[in-house]
Nanobody, 123 residues
Framework: QVQVMESGGGLVQAGGSLILACVAS????????MAWFRQTPGTERELVAQ???????IYAPAVKGRFAISKGTAKNTVYLHMNNLKSDDTAVYYC?????????????????WGQGTQVTVSS
């Protein structure tokens, strides 16, 4: 019903920058929020940044001041601007969209995940 696709990952040197993009499409009535998570092997997926419908962002302490999440001008699009990257930022980054798919049921809200995009920071 809802598809989420990330792009923009890659290899970057420490101190460099990358921009990740996420687009959600399909049977979306409204979007509650969109977020970026990341995961390394053997660890749990962790929240990096989230933006609500109002545009209010929240950040994990580890990335605050270095990363910025923003909503795109296109509907259901979000970006993650990553600056001053560190080797600890190396991970697979996932986009999550919390979307309502029914016009008639306000509680019909689910989380939809992308396949992930690899970010590797070399020291």
């Amino acid at each position: 019903q809802v598809q989420v696709m990330e792009s923009g990952g890659g290899l970057v040197q420490a101190g460099g920058s990358l921009i990740l993009a996420c687009v959600a499409s399909g049977n979306i009535y409204s979007m509650n929020n969109m977020a970026w998570f990341r995961q390394t092997p053997g660890t749990e997926r962790e929240l990096v940044a989230q933006v609500f419908g109002s545009g209010t962002p929240i950040y994990a302490p580890a990335v605050k001041g270095r990363f910025a999440i923003s909503k795109g001008t296109a509907k259901n699009t979000v970006y993650l601007h990553m600056n001053n990257l560190k080797s600890d930022d190396t991970a697979v980054y996932y986009c999550k969209a919390r979307a309502r798919t029914s016009e008639y049921d306000e509680y019909d809200v689910s989380d939809y995940w992308g396949q992930g995009t690899q970010v590797t920071v070399s020291s």
